[in-house]
């Protein structure tokens, strides 16, 4: 008995997903199992790169969710809504759901899978985060016997994009976006990709996994790239680092009952598994005891790879149907969603990190003195103090700290501000 497909979607991810299901030479013989029995489009009429038999694509997205025939609902349409109800609604009816929508998940997850386990159906998201790179399913599963403390992500290819051009060619943020935008690296609205937001959906999804708690979005602690300079490429260059936008879940350093949450620029040491990560590139590096450090790679995007994560959670699907009878029929705990309860975030002024920091300065005697003076008043220890020239009238000043805590920092900051001899402070990043 073949097991039928309802497909909400035949955009890029879609199109990628029905050619992988048409042609099945060479792998997993699960495949040829799988019927493309609906294909739900908004408009029937445009020309697509796939040909399917009369009377399976249809304009009528909900029908194919309600359909008695269809067993797996796989939702590739993306955006909030319709899809958060259509896979509600498929839930609801005891269709398994695939999905590729992390948007979704992040904001309706709670209620997605709570609705899930009610129906004792399962809601699969590999290609919600990384693409094609497996890393959901070993999270859920191979991962999930060791105590992860860190999981750390170059999640977005679009700013992994724009950095590493950025840091190859030494041209500034606006040139390498304008250009990005041309060649369809990035969207015509930026916003989710530059301003870290894709990369906060996908954390928060990430961290739920590692950590077995469900995660409050707007706990998740987002700062993009706009403010990265040239000039900072270069500093960190000379100091032995790159700039990469990381996606970050770690137990919180003096409270393991919570986590810290965050998406930031991140200055990382030329050594570090991620720091070689370029283009377009994603990279997933789970640490956690006893397994020490694993790195997923691979392509973050593109109709190939999402679809290869897309039919994976298919097949897996298709071979729980097959192997599942009605009088068994309990969910697969490895499969299924786990937790109920949310995961404690710490708010990103407790986080103890070192910082990178550049401030212009009038060119008086005494600065770096002033600056170390207001610094030790709340505890923060400087690592390096480069003053490296000038800006018109203006010295520069670049300064590497130890560890801090980062409330303590910024106060630390508010007083330096208020300094005659200060002019203004252009750059703040952390240092992995």
């Known amino acids: 008995m073949g097991v039928k497909l309802g497909i909400l979607g035949l955009g890029t991810v879609g199109t990628g997903t029905v050619q992988l299901l048409q042609d099945t030479t060479g792998r997993h013989p699960l495949l040829q199992e799988i019927e493309i029995y609906r294909v739900g489009v908004r408009s029937p009429d445009k020309l697509r790169n796939v040909e399917l038999p009369a009377g399976v694509v249809t ?29 509600l609604q498929a839930i609801k009816n005891g269709k398994h759901v695939v999905t590729a929508n992390k948007a979704a998940i992040a904001r309706f997850g709670n209620e997605i899978f709570t609705s899930a386990n009610q129906a004792g159906v399962y809601v699969l998201l590999e290609a919600a985060v990384g693409g094609g790179i497996p890393v959901i399913q070993p999270l859920k599963q191979s991962l999930s016997v060791n105590r992860i403390h860190t999981v750390t992500g170059i999640v977005n290819g679009t700013t992994n994009y724009i950095l590493t051009r950025m840091q190859q060619e030494g041209s500034n943020f ?5 250009d990005a935008q041309r060649l369809g690296y990035a969207e015509a609205d930026p916003t989710a990709d ?7 959906d996908k954390i928060a999804i990430l961290a739920s996994l590692a950590f077995g708690g469900r995660i409050h979005l707007e706990d998740v602690y987002c700062e993009g790239i706009r403010q990265v300079s040239k000039t900072d490429i270069a500093y960190a260059e000379k100091l032995g680092f790159v700039i990469k936008l990381l996606a970050i879940a770690k137990l919180h350093a003096q409270d ?3 986590l810290s949450v965050r998406v930031h620029p991140t200055l990382l040491p030329k050594a570090h598994p991620l720091a070689s990560i370029n283009g377009v590139y994603n990279a997933i590096l789970v640490e956690g005891e006893p397994i020490g450090q694993v790195m997923f790679f691979g392509p973050g995007a593109g109709a190939g790879a999402t679809a290869s994560a897309v039919t994976s959670d298919i097949l ?11 009088s068994t029929a309990k969910p697969n705990p490895l499969l299924a969603c786990r937790h109920q309860d949310y995961c404690q975030i710490a708010p990103i002024a407790e986080l103890v990190t070192r910082f990178y920091t550049r401030f212009l300065t009038k060119d008086q ?3 770096i003195g002033k600056l170390g003076t207001c610094f030790g008043n709340y505890g923060v220890s400087l690592e390096s103090v480069v003053q490296t020239g000038f800006q018109g009238e203006l010295a520069e000043i670049v300064v590497v700290t130890h560890d801090v805590k980062e409330g303590d920092f910024r106060q630390a900051l508010t007083e330096i ?10 750059s703040l990043l952390r240092v992995l």
């Open 256 to 258: 393991t009952s919570k």
């Open 59 to 87: 304009t009528d997205l909900e029908a194919i969710v309600n359909d008695p025939q269809v067993d797996i609902v796989v939702e590739v349409m993306g955006g909030l809504e319709p899809a958060r109800s259509l896979i």
């Open 194 to 200: 530059v301003d870290g937001l894709d990369a906060g």
């Open 174 to 178: 606006e040139d390498v976006l304008a």
């Open 417 to 426: 501000r208020n300094l005659e001899a200060i002019d203004s402070i252009p």
């Open 316 to 326: 897996n699907l298709v071979a729980t149907l097959k192997t599942e009878t009605a």
């Open 365 to 367: 005697s005494g600065v």
